[in-house]
Nanobody, 116 residues
Framework: QVQLVESGGGLVQPGGSLRLSCAASGFRFSNYAMSWYRQAPGKERELVAR????????NYADSVKGRFTISRDNAKNTVYLQMNSLKPEDTAVYYC?????????WGQGTQVTVSS
């Protein structure tokens, strides 16, 4: 059974940093790309960042380029999202995502609130 468990969210002031983690289990982690999505109140869920399984190629939403970094540790079955220079508009629930074949898997989400 695939499980994705996010952690690391919280309340941070504008300009601050947070590091999200997603611990994966139930599938061969190193075989699959991993992604982070977010959903703000009243908005659709959007892709934030993605990292491939081979070579670790990354891509980002334009709104977070240069501020967020996605990475993975295949030995720990964990994907990370380092978020710097946070803005109030980054406030959202952040979800870990993995597509394993035909199955789409989501974590439970972790709340990130950027506010002074």
């Amino acid at each position: 059974q695939v499980q994705l468990v996010e952690s690391g969210g919280g309340l941070v002031q504008p300009g601050g940093s947070l590091r999200l983690s997603c611990a994966a289990s139930g599938f061969r982690f190193s075989n699959y790309a991993m992604s982070w999505y977010r959903q703000a109140p009243g908005k659709e869920r959007e892709l934030v960042a993605r990292i491939t399984n081979i070579n670790g190629f990354t891509n980002y939403a334009d709104s977070v380029k240069g501020r967020f970094t996605i990475s993975r540790d295949n030995a720990k079955n964990t994907v990370y999202l380092q978020m710097n220079s946070l803005k109030p508009e980054d406030t959202a629930v952040y979800y870990c995502h993995a597509r394993t074949g035909l199955q789409v898997n989501w974590g439970q989400g972790t709340q990130v609130t950027v506010s002074s």
